[in-house]
């Protein structure tokens, strides 16, 4: 009777741990469709980063946030988006310097932080108008270095 009880325990455990893993998977799954967006500051100056992602994936809104500080010499992960269309902006914490190109100009709010949805005509107010890089992103992680 008691091998029964155990070969009887053992079965459901194995029950278990496969309904288990099988719930872990879609998770996982879902993990594929973000990524890391990392900033590296390789100056001597913090610089403070805003960003502009997906809402989620699938999403037709687009979300506009900041400001991460990264100190000079640092790098740090931001967080994590929805592959596809990215867009950052990054300044100097103290002065008007600026890294990337001007692939697109949204508005910021200072001093912050801030995060609200980019609805389109969107105008500033007591934000400011700057200039955001574009990519498009696909990996797991995308490293940015401020020189």
Same mark, same amino acid.
């Given at each position: ?8 325990? =053992?079965?459901?455990? @194995? $029950?278990?741990?496969? $309904?288990?893993?099988? =719930? &872990?998977?879609? $998770?996982?799954? @879902?993990? *594929? ?20 992602? =997906?809402? @989620?994936?699938?999403?037709? *809104?687009?979300?506009? $946030? ?10 740090? *992960? ?27 100009? =949204? ?29 498009? &992103? ?10």
């Amino acid at each position: 009777m008691g091998v029964r009880v155990a070969v009887s325990l =053992l079965a459901s455990l @194995a $029950a278990v741990v496969v $309904a288990g893993s099988a =719930l &872990v998977q879609p $998770a996982a799954a @879902a993990d *594929d469709e973000f990524f890391t967006f990392r900033v590296c500051n390789k100056t001597k100056t913090e610089a403070s980063v805003a960003v502009s992602a =997906l809402y @989620a994936p699938g999403s037709p *809104d687009y979300i506009v $946030a900041g400001w991460w500080n990264v100190a000079g010499g640092d790098c740090r *992960d931001i967080g994590q988006y929805p592959k596809g269309h990215f867009y950052f902006f990054a300044k100097a914490r103290r002065g008007t310097s600026w890294w990337g190109q001007r692939d697109i100009d =949204l508005c910021v709010e200072f001093p912050g932080p801030f995060k609200r949805i980019n609805f389109k005509n969107y105008k500033c107010a007591n934000e400011e108008l700057k200039p955001f890089r574009h990519v498009v &992103v696909e990996k797991a992680v995308y490293e940015w270095s401020l020189t």
